[in-house]
């Protein structure tokens, strides 16, 4: 396992070296979507118009984020179950979504997709809302307001804790996990 400090939009060289079960500690802009937003973006690619943030070596973060408490940048931020998003993720990532995170396993399609357009896809921490909010320095509305907490949310995050489950090779930390018992 590689830990590798990463800034946003992703170098495609980091996705080349990285490897299942590396950790990332990511910095800059993450956005936030969740099935209701992913199904609006679907649209937009299929009606040929433009995504409504820079998707070029972009992060998708399946989650929604809690209200607001006072003095606080943003609400608790937890990952999402990715699998919700599996149908949509092949066309993001053709357009050029680098990394997705959410939280447990792939679809063998996904898999085999980040392997074609060279992504990855990363697990955050389960549970740990608020220690991800920890990490996020501003929060700003992108798209889809209608949507109210799966509104499409721009993060700009510091050192944003999150592990390669699935690598541009067609690695599976989960399965390798498993083999080694």
Request: overall charge positive; hydrophobic content about 35%.
């Amino acid at each position: 396992m590689n830990k590798y400090m990463i800034k946003t939009p992703v170098d495609p060289k980091l996705i080349e070296k990285t490897r299942a079960g590396d950790m990332l500690y990511i910095t800059g802009t993450i956005y936030t979507a969740r099935d209701t937003a992913h199904k609006k973006l679907i649209t937009l690619l299929d009606e040929g118009k433009v995504l409504p943030f820079p998707v070029k070596g972009s992060i998708i973060y399946y989650a929604g984020p809690a209200p607001t408490k006072p003095g606080h940048v943003i609400g608790s931020v937890g990952p999402t179950t990715s699998y919700r998003m599996d149908k949509y993720t092949p066309q993001l990532l053709e357009a050029g979504v680098a990394i997705t995170i959410g939280k447990g396993s792939r679809s063998d399609n996904v898999v085999k997709d980040l392997k074609t357009f060279k992504g990855l896809y990363c697990a955050a921490y389960g549970g740990a809302g608020a220690l991800m909010a920890s990490k996020v320095k501003k929060a700003s509305p992108v798209a889809f307001p209608e949507l109210g907490p799966e509104a499409i949310v721009a993060l700009e995050v510091e050192d944003f804790p999150v592990t390669v489950i699935n690598d541009s090779q067609g690695n599976d930390w989960y399965k390798i996990v498993e083999e080694r018992g």
